[in-house]
Structures are given as C-alpha cells and as structure tokens.
C-alpha cells in the first residue's frame, strides 16, 4: 500500500490487543468522515454545475466508478466483496444526496 496518511494508531498487523485494534478502527472511521465530507462536496460542486436534473443520474459515469473501484481494491488487496457493496451504496447515496441539492438550489429547473 501506498498514499497512506500517517496512522497513530498500530498497524493491524502489530496489534496485540482489541483495545489497539479498535483504535486502529476508530481511527480509520475518523479519516472515512473527512473522506466523505470531500466527495460530499464534489457531489455539491456536480449539483451546482448540472445544467439538467436528468444529468444527475450518469450510468455510463457508475459503470466508470465502480470499474475504477474494482482495479483500485484489487491492485491494493482489498476484498471485492467488502469493496463493492460499500461503493454501490455510497454512490447511491450520493446520487439521492445530489438529487436532493439539485432540487434545493434550483427549484424553478425541477421536473
């Protein structure tokens, strides 16, 4: 693996205890919120640039993401069976998230 921030927590594979390795976890969720809080913007940043509410669901775009997704977690070890159920969700959820932008900021364009 590379890229990775610095960990203060123990790596997994050092832990000897469950306390260290649900510090390792809660750390890990820690820097996920920040994560999620960028790609959150990027979907208000999407709503914002638009210029149709149809645009907003992009399945040749999904297709992109989650065949990105794949070759990233296999090039770094992740499990695509922990990977692909957690990225469908999140662009799911991402999608209703900048739906709902959309329909907020530009309420005069919603359909």
């Known amino acids: 693996m590379t890229d990775l921030p610095r960990f203060a ?3 997994p594979a050092e832990c000897q205890t469950m306390t260290e390795v649900r510090a390792g976890v809660d750390e890990i969720d820690r820097l996920l919120v920040q994560i999620l809080l960028r790609r ?3 979907m208000d940043a999407a709503a914002r640039i638009k210029t149709s509410r149809g645009a907003v669901r992009d399945e040749a775009r999904i297709a992109q993401v ?3 997704v ?3 977690a296999a090039a770094a070890g992740l499990s695509w069976d922990i ?3 957690v ?3 999140l662009v799911e959820r991402c999608i209703a998230y900048e739906f709902s932008v959309w329909d ?3 309420p005069d364009q919603t359909v």
Do not use: H, I, M, V
């Open 66 to 68: 989650l065949d990105n």
């Open 40 to 42: 959150q913007g990027y």
């Open 9 to 11: 927590a123990r790596p």
């Open 87 to 89: 990225w469908r969700t």
């Open 83 to 85: 990977a692909e159920p």
């Open 70 to 72: 794949r070759a990233a």
């Open 104 to 106: 907020r900021t530009k």
